[in-house]
C-alpha cells in the first residue's frame, strides 16, 4: 500500500481510554455552548474552567435525583462530585479560579485529587466534542453538526435514537475505517470464542490496511485502542441481536457517501474472516493447549522445561512440534519473555529442536508485564 492509499483510511489516530467517555458528555459540551457561550461570552483561556463549574453543577444534580446514574461509565464518581461541588460551587467566581487552579497543580488533599481528576474528565469531554467529533470549532462554538444536536432533547443520561443517529454521522465521517470494521468483527468473534476482538481487530487492520503503529509490546494498549470503540458501539446501540449493524445506520452511510466503502469494507472483513480467522482459531488452541502443559508440568531448577517433553504430551511428531514452536515464537514472543537453551552434551540430537538456526532443547516463558 503506497502513501497515497494510506492517507485515504479515515480514522481518529489518537484514541486511547480515557476517551472511553459516555457520549452523551458530547451532548453536555454542546448544551455548555448553546446556553452560556452562544455569542463568545467566555474567553478562550476561561472556556475549560467554566465548563467544569458548569458539568459539576450538571453532574451534582443529576447524581441527587438519578443515583443509578453512578453506574454510567465514562463519568466521575459522585463522590468525587460531590468533593468537588461541596468546594468551589458557593465561593465567588475569582474564588472559585484560585481554588480550581491551585487544585490541578498541587494535588495535595482527597479535594484537590477530586477536582483534579474530575476536572481533567471534564477536559476530555471538551476535547472528545472538539478535536475528535467536531461538533465544536476553533472558536469554542457550535459546527453545523453542534446544532443539528442541539435540536433534539433527551434524558440527560441516554441518548435519543436522533441524537444517537447525528453522533454516529460524525464518527463515520471522522473514523469510518477502523469503527466500522471493528463493528464488523463483532460478529465473527462471537463465533470465534478464543479469539479477543482486539487481537481480530488489530491484526485486520494491519493486513487490510496496512497500518501498524498503534502496534505496541504491551497487551493491555491493544484493548485500550479500541475499548473506546466498543463502548461508541454499545452507546449507540449500533448491533442488532445478531450482531448486524442495524438498518437506519447503513441508510446513514449512504447518505453520507460511504455506501460504496461499507461495501468494500464489508468484503475485506468477509474475506479476512475466511483468509485469517479461522486458521488463526485453530492456532491459538494449540497455543492455549501448550500453555496449559507448560504450567502444570514439573520445571528444573532455574525454571525451565524440556520441549520433547511438552511434545510427547501434546502428541506432536517432531516435524509438527517445530513448526509450531517456530509459529509460536514469532507470534507469542510481544506477549512474554521466551527463553530456551540448549545443553547439548546432556541429551541427544533427536530432542533438538530449532528457533532460526539455533539448536534448543529447554524453555522457558513468562507473560510480559506479570
Not at 61 to 87: A, D, M, Q, R, W
Amino acid at each position: 500500500m503506497n502513501f497515497n492509499q494510506v492517507r485515504e483510511i479515515i480514522y481518529i489516530k489518537s484514541l486511547h481510554r480515557p476517551y472511553n467517555q459516555n457520549l452523551n458528555s458530547v451532548k453536555w459540551v454542546c448544551e455548555f455552548i448553546s446556553l452560556k457561550n452562544k455569542k463568545n461570552e467566555i474567553s478562550k483561556s476561561d472556556f475549560y474552567i467554566e465548563f467544569y463549574i458548569y458539568i459539576i453543577k450538571k453532574l451534582y444534580n443529576l447524581y441527587k435525583k438519578n443515583p443509578t446514574g453512578s453506574l454510567t461509565h465514562g463519568i466521575p464518581s459522585f463522590e468525587s462530585v460531590k468533593k468537588s461541588y461541596n468546594s468551589i460551587i458557593r465561593v465567588p467566581k475569582e474564588r472559585k479560579k484560585k481554588i480550581i487552579n491551585e487544585a490541578l497543580t498541587k494535588r495535595k488533599d482527597d479535594i484537590e485529587r477530586s477536582i483534579f481528576s474530575t476536572y481533567k474528565a471534564t477536559s476530555y469531554f471538551i476535547n472528545l466534542a472538539k478535536d475528535k467529533l467536531s461538533f465544536v470549532d476553533g472558536d469554542n462554538q457550535l459546527t453545523d453538526m453542534g446544532e443539528i444536536l442541539m435540536s433534539f432533547r433527551s434524558n440527560s443520561f441516554k441518548l435519543s435514537k436522533k441524537e444517537r443517529e447525528v453522533i454516529f454521522s460524525s464518527i463515520v465521517k471522522k473514523d469510518f475505517h477502523f469503527f466500522i470494521s471493528l463493528s464488523l468483527l463483532q460478529k465473527f468473534q462471537k463465533k470465534i470464542k478464543n479469539l479477543s476482538i482486539e487481537e481480530i481487530h488489530f491484526d485486520f487492520l494491519v493486513d487490510k490496511f496496512d497500518i501498524k503503529h498503534f502496534r505496541y509490546t504491551e497487551a493491555s494498549n491493544e484493548k485500550n485502542f479500541s475499548k473506546v470503540r466498543e463502548h461508541w458501539i454499545n452507546d449507540l446501540d449500533f448491533l442488532d441481536k445478531n450482531f448486524n449493524i442495524k438498518k437506519a445506520f447503513l441508510e446513514i452511510m449512504k447518505l453520507d457517501g460511504f455506501g460504496d466503502l461499507y461495501l468494500k469494507v464489508k468484503n475485506q472483513v468477509d474475506d479476512y474472516y475466511k483468509e485469517k480467522i479461522v486458521s488463526k482459531s485453530k492456532f491459538q488452541k494449540k497455543i492455549d493447549f501448550f500453555v496449559e502443559v507448560y504450567k502444570t508440568t514439573s520445571k528444573n531448577e532455574l525454571g525451565f522445561i524440556s520441549l520433547q517433553e511438552i511434545a510427547n504430551k501434546m502428541k506432536m511428531g517432531k516435524k509438527t512440534f517445530q513448526s509450531f514452536i517456530s509459529q509460536f515464537y514469532e507470534v507469542e514472543k510481544n506477549k512474554y519473555n521466551i527463553f530456551f537453551n540448549n545443553v547439548v552434551q546432556a541429551i541427544s540430537g533427536k530432542n533438538q529442536y530449532f528457533i532460526g538456526n539455533r539448536p534448543v532443547v529447554n524453555i522457558k516463558i513468562k507473560e510480559l508485564n506479570k
